[in-house]
T-cell receptor
Framework: KNQVEQSPQSLIILEGKNCTLQ??????????LRWYKQDTGRGPVSLTI?????NTKSNGRYTATLDADTKQSSLHITASQLSDSASYIC?????????????FGSGTRLSIRP | NAGVTQTPKFRVLKTGQSMTLLCAQD?????MYWYRQDPGMGLRLIHY???????AKGEVPDGYNVSRLKKQNFLLGLESAAPSQTSVYFC???FGQGAAFRPYEQYFGPGTRLTVT
């Protein structure tokens, strides 16, 4: 069964600190992996998209890594800011299938404390 | 360029009532999607469309109907609302499904919070 699992479910860190969010997936065949940021009361907004040939991708203070062999991805946030408080969602797509095969993780809720 | 917009933002229905959620996009995208988001769960696909005049079922289609009469609009209908349909509904759009080497971005609307009592 195609699944995407994220950990931790929630995380609280102090402003200025770094953190890493994890995503494990059992999707096959793999097409691409995305990380989204979802602010409270808003829709998800894309941070990165990675194909199987990419193992690192950065977007400002956000760096995503992908290990297609172990089927794991991480999202590293550097020098956190209060505006980083949000849910972070890992999404994996199945290759060669219909538009319905986009599997969403349940997200990690990150809170940044001043 | 407004991106993806959804109306209404909030709605409270009584069990058995009907309503239609409207999604509009101004990016000339072919693909449009309706998702629901419930606490502790990932977004789940209700229905989607790969072009004007087409619709297809997603993971949780029961109790919902959709229509895509115009390329820029995707409507989600609840014919007889049930408390189990209390959720936050998101619309999304993309140019296409893409391929492994060239995935297309999905753009999401701000969501509609629906409560069925």
């Amino acid at each position: 069964k195609n699944q995407v699992e994220q950990s931790p479910q929630s995380l609280i860190i102090l402003e200025g600190k770094n953190c890493t969010l994890q995503c494990n997936y059992t999707v096959s065949p793999f097409s691409n992996l995305r990380w989204y940021k979802q602010d409270t009361g808003r829709g998800p907004v894309s941070l990165t998209i990675m194909t199987f040939s990419e193992n690192t991708k950065s977007n400002g203070r956000y760096t995503a890594t992908l290990d297609a062999d172990t089927k794991q991805s991480s999202l590293h946030i550097t020098a956190s800011q209060l505006s980083d408080s949000a849910s972070y969602i890992c999404v994996v797509s199945v290759e060669g299938s219909s538009a319905s095969k986009i599997i969403f993780g349940s997200g990690t809720r990150l809170s940044i404390r001043p | 360029n407004a991106g993806v917009t959804q109306t209404p933002k909030f709605r409270v229905l009584k069990t058995g009532q009907s309503m239609t959620l409207l999604c509009a996009q101004d990016m000339n995208h072919e693909y449009m999607y309706w998702y629901r988001q419930d606490p502790g769960m990932g977004l789940r696909l209700i229905h989607y469309s790969v072009g004007e005049g087409t619709t297809a079922k997603g993971e949780v289609p029961d109790g919902y109907n959709v229509s895509r009469l115009k390329k820029q609009n995707f409507l989600l209908g609840l014919e007889s609302a049930a408390p189990s349909q209390t959720s936050v509904y998101f619309c999304a759009s993309s140019f296409g499904q893409g391929a492994a080497f060239r995935p297309y971005e999905q753009y999401f609307g701000p969501g509609t919070r629906l409560t069925v009592t």
